[in-house]
């Protein structure tokens, strides 16, 4: 993976999904990692690039894991 902080935001999607049973938004990802939405989407932008995550366009929860 790209960073360490990119690995943080990969771990927080996986166990927020498997613990709520969606995926969260970004403001959530932020909240939790203490980083700012634009910093976030960097970091999914860099997941979607290494074909970890797949995001649905103008959908709030439309991050999809595709392989661990």
Do not use: C
């Not at 970890?52 to 595709?66: D, F, V, Y």
């Amino acid at each position: 993976m790209k960073s360490d902080t990119t690995q943080r935001v990969f771990a927080f999607i996986r166990d927020y999904q498997t613990n709520n049973r969606r995926p969260p938004t970004v403001r959530e990802i932020g909240a939790a990692l203490k980083l700012a939405p634009s910093t976030v989407a960097r970091h999914l932008h860099h997941l979607e690039t290494q074909r970890k995550i797949a995001r649905e366009p103008r959908k709030a929860r439309g991050i999809r894991i595709l392989r661990d």
